[in-house]
């Protein structure tokens, strides 16, 4: 059952830093629409919360934290595998593209994004959460692996072998 737009909070970026805003709450999974759709099943829920600062460099910031269990799906047994996410990341907010496009790229500092009037805290939530996803998760002893397991090791050419010697 989606619910309603309204019932989501939207911030404006820039206010919600400058006030050192907070929002926290808990959302089912089923509400992440682009989320859901890479899971085997919706269950569950993720919990959330978003502050809102200045840095130390004197920019606007958001700093997220989300976590949940979520259903994925074994690449191997396309059976339920739980994955625990348990997120924590900062958004330095930028008024134009321009200037997101100017800041250096770091592993370690913060991700740069465009601030509007209107943010969806639920689309910033599912964002972080569908970067996180492991690219192929799978289960540690899946029993799929088992079944597809060559027995014996075959080479392309094993046959050819035994017509070089003359067997037949």
């Given amino acids: 059952m989606p619910q309603q737009p309204g019932q989501f909070p939207v911030i404006d ?40 600062g200045i840095s130390a460099l004197g920019q606007p910031e958001l700093a997220l934290r989300a976590w949940g269990t979520l259903q994925l799906a074994c690449k191997r047994c396309l059976g339920a595998l739980a994955f625990a996410a348990r997120l924590e990341w900062t958004l330095r907010l930028a008024s134009k593209q321009a200037d997101v496009d100017a800041e250096p790229l770091t592993a370690e500092g913060p ?58």
């Fill in 13 to 52: 970026g820039f206010k919600f830093a400058a006030a050192g805003g907070k929002l926290q709450g808990t959302w089912p999974v089923r509400v992440f629409p682009r989320l859901r759709d890479l899971l085997h099943d919706d269950s569950g829920t993720i919990e959330y919360e978003v502050h809102g």
């Fill in 111 to 168: 991700d740069s994004i465009v601030a509007t009037k209107a943010m969806p805290v639920r689309d910033l939530v599912e964002d972080e959460l569908l970067l996180a996803l492991p690219y192929a998760p799978r289960h540690q002893d899946c029993a799929a692996r088992a079944e597809h397991a060559p027995q014996a090791r075959q080479t392309p050419f094993a046959g050819l072998r035994g017509k070089l010697r003359g067997d037949r």
